[in-house]
Structure formats: structure tokens, C-alpha cells
């Protein structure tokens, strides 16, 4: 995944973050709405524009740049000013765009010094912003993209746990945890499945899509198998009672017995992979919806 597509992740999961890197109060992303905009006749893609509701509020055009590019500023200006053509909006506008540091800060300035120098654009850098003393959250996320590797994880794991004590919003932590676990595998892309067990607890895994990709994985091979054998088991035993009706009742009880068996045999696949993760017995159980005897059994058998 591509640095900007974390950073419209972040923007659109927590807007109030984008305010907060440009020193605006977090309460204007209420009024902002935040997209990817296109300009389709000339094939350029703005990384992110915060539309505003109200027409004496500016637009916001947001770029992120994570490589040297001399013509940078160039192609920024180009896109904005060929949106701005194109719009019907007669709002005001404003530049910010987001580096990792200043030496990635390479672009050619000399045609757009004014403009640099105005407070029509806002450069960011995200080396930068550890001077901010009380960071948020979302500023917190930020800052994790260019946490140095040795200190990642356990950066994710004091923002993870941050989100616990904050957040109340169930849907709004699981998107956090997801984000979070998205950056890791960017900055760290070697990183073990045991690894990212023992970084989150057991209800925080659960909301990670490797747990959750692990899971349906397991169900849909098991529903994939019970179909199938349940079929099977029907036919035989339709065949067998030699009645039209023996045969209907056997496909269908066969089909059932086989799809239970199936949807159970393919959570019982996953647990080893849960148990390397960290997890206990009971907690598998009790995630999973079986009797602990069952799963302590099938961690035995498979071991």
C-alpha cells in the first residue's frame, strides 16, 4: 500500500487529524467533507480535497510526498488550478503538503515563490511534529509512519491502548487498530503473524484483518467441504431407501449434517494459527463459539 493511501485512510477515518497538522482546531472537520478528486480530462488525481459547506470557508487541497520530485510543485499547482476551473465551487483555497522530512523537499521553487511563501500553502514535516507536546490520536497514527523500525511496535501498541482509554466508539477503534496494523506491515513487512498476536490483546486481534482473514478463510473452506460431503452422504442414503421421498429427506438432512460439520471443521482449522497468535484456550473457545474440551482437544490432535 502506498503512503497516501494510509494518509486518505487516516483523513477519512479521523478528518480531525488533517486540521491538527496545520495548527487549525480539530472542530472544523465537522464542516469539511474529505474525498480523492480526479480531474478526468487531464487524467490528474488530487491525493485529497476537504470540501467545506459553507462558502466563506476555503478548500483544501492535500498532497502527500514521500519522494524527491523536482517537477512536485509543478504538477501540484497544475492539479489545483486545473480543479479550480473546473469547478463551480467560488470557494477560497489553500495547499498543504505532507513530507516525512525536509530533504525529501526537492522540488524546483522558483515560479511559485509567492505562493510558497503566502498562507495560501502549508508544508508539513512529519520529523517535525514530536514538538508538538499533547498529540491526539490521529497525530499519534501519523507519526507512527516514520517511527523508526526498532521502536514500531511497541509505538502501536502504547496508541492502541491510547484508543482504549479515549475512544468509546466501537467502529471507530476497530478502524484505528486496522490502520495501525496496516502501517506495520508497510514499515515492516516481514513482520510474523505471532508477531502481531503478542503487539494486540484478544479483543483487539479480532478486529485486525489478518485475524478476521484467517477466520473466514477456515469457515468458507469448511462450508466449501460440508456442501460437498453432505451432498454426497444425501444421495446415499436417498439411493438406499429406494422412495422418491427417502431421497429428498436424505439429501436435505445430508446437506444440513454436512454444512454444520463443514462451517465447525473449518473453525477448528484455525486454531492452531490462533494459538500461535498468543491466544489461550478459552479465549479461541470463546471467540470462536466452541465447547474449550473441543478446542483443547483439536490444539492436542493437531500439535
Known sequence: ????????RIFQSIPTTFFELINQPPQLASVYQFSSVEVKQLAFRIDGVFLPNAAELPIYFAEVQFQPDKKFYSRLFTEIFNYLDK?????????????PNRSVDTGDTERYTEL?????VTRVYLDELSSIETSSIGIETVKLIIEPEST????????????????????????????????????????SQEEIGKMFG???????????????????????????????????????????EGIQEGRQEGIQEGRQEG???GKLETIP??????????????????????????????S
Not at 500500500?1 to 486518505?8: C, H, L, N
Not at 486481534?205 to 466449501?224: I, M, N, S
Request: charged share 25%; hydrophobic share 35%; net charge negative.
Open 1 to 8: 500500500m502506498k503512503t497516501d493511501s494510509i494518509f486518505y
Open 152 to 191: 514500531a511496535t511497541t509505538k502501536a501498541i502504547e496508541i492502541v491502548n491510547s484508543a482504549r482509554e479515549q475512544i468509546l466508539d466501537v467502529a471507530t477503534i476497530r478502524e484505528i487498530i486496522q490502520l495501525i496494523e496496516t502501517i506495520l506491515i508497510y514499515k515492516l513487512p516481514r513482520l
Open 202 to 244: 484478544a479483543n483487539e486481534l479480532k478486529q485486525t484483518r489478518f485475524y478476521q482473514d484467517v477466520f473466514a478463510e477456515g469457515e468458507q473452506k469448511g462450508k466449501r467441504e460440508g456442501r460437498q460431503e453432505g451432498i454426497q452422504e444425501g444421495r446415499q442414503e436417498g439411493i438406499q431407501e429406494g422412495r422418491q
Open 263 to 265: 462451517i465447525q471443521e
Open 87 to 99: 469547478t463551480e465551487l467560488t470557494n477560497n483555497w489553500r495547499g498543504v503538503v505532507i513530507y
Open 273 to 302: 494459527q490462533l494459538l500461535g497468535l498468543g491466544l489461550s484456550i478459552e479465549q479461541i473457545a470463546q471467540a470462536l463459539g466452541l465447547d474449550e474440551q473441543l478446542v483443547r482437544q483439536a490444539a492436542q490432535s493437531k
Open 116 to 120: 510558497l511563501n503566502s498562507q495560501r
